[in-house]
């Protein structure tokens, strides 16, 4: 079955501080990989995504991502973190080619961050 | 960029009645729109996807005659809750796709509360 995890549900971290949240999935094909962010009380926006080429990824407000195949990963990355960043992170897939197709997310990850 | 819009934003009704929610592509024709459930503290859940002027296609487990889906022009789907219960409490979220454009935008969400 297609899945998507979030290793980490709640992450709390400085201003200032690197982050690397992390995404595995499991699917039966070539996958189509994106990184969603809910601020509080606004709709899913999406940072970046991953449909093939260069493996990193640059999005915008500075974040990243690798896709690392081997280890069915992308995680999400950002070297210095601000008190605006706080909000939900969801990790989401779907088979390549299925532009007509739903999304997989994971259970998402609640960043925090302190000032 | 796309703005999705969705209304109402919050809705409260008593068991047993049904509950519409509308899902509307401001600036582009959506040929595609999906249909999402979130639960508290948990990740989206895929319930439908909904072609314009075509049957919807439900997930496993989600039972159409449950969540009528309606996608009657490029700009407008509708969920319909049919005889409400506690347990459809819920926010359910829907995203829309223009034909040939890989990324779905997101609404903002309905929170719906059945007492």
């Known amino acids: 079955a297609q899945s998507v995890s979030q290793h980490n549900h709640h992450v709390i971290l400085s201003e200032a501080a690197s982050l690397e949240l992390g995404c595995n999935y499991s699917y039966g094909g070539t996958v189509n990989l994106f990184w969603y962010v809910q601020y509080p009380g606004q709709h899913l926006q999406l940072l970046l995504k991953?449909?093939?080429?260069?493996?990193l990824v640059k999005g915008i407000k500075g974040f990243e991502a690798e896709f690392i195949k081997s280890k069915f990963s992308f995680n999400l990355r950002k070297p210095s973190v601000q008190w605006s960043d706080t909000a939900e992170y969801f990790c989401a897939a779907r088979l390549a080619g299925g532009g007509a197709d739903g999304l997989t997310f994971g259970k998402g990850t609640h960043l925090i961050i302190q000032p | 960029g796309a703005v999705v819009s969705q209304h109402p934003s919050r809705v409260i009704c008593k068991s047993g009645t049904s509950v519409k929610i509308e899902c509307r592509s401001l600036d582009f024709q959506a040929t595609t729109m999906f249909w999402y459930r979130q639960f508290p503290k948990k990740s989206l859940m895929l319930m439908a996807t909904?072609?314009?002027?075509?049957?919807?296609?439900?997930e496993q487990g989600v039972e159409k005659d449950k969540f009528l889906i309606n996608h009657a022009s490029l700009t407008l789907s509708t969920l319909t809750v049919t005889s409400a219960h506690p347990e459809d409490s819920s926010f359910y979220i829907c995203s829309a796709r223009a034909s040939g454009i890989e990324t779905q935008y997101f609404g903002p969400g309905t929170r719906l509360l059945v007492l």
């Open positions: 909904s072609n314009e002027g075509s049957k919807a296609t439900y």
């Open positions: 991953y449909f093939s080429g260069d493996p």
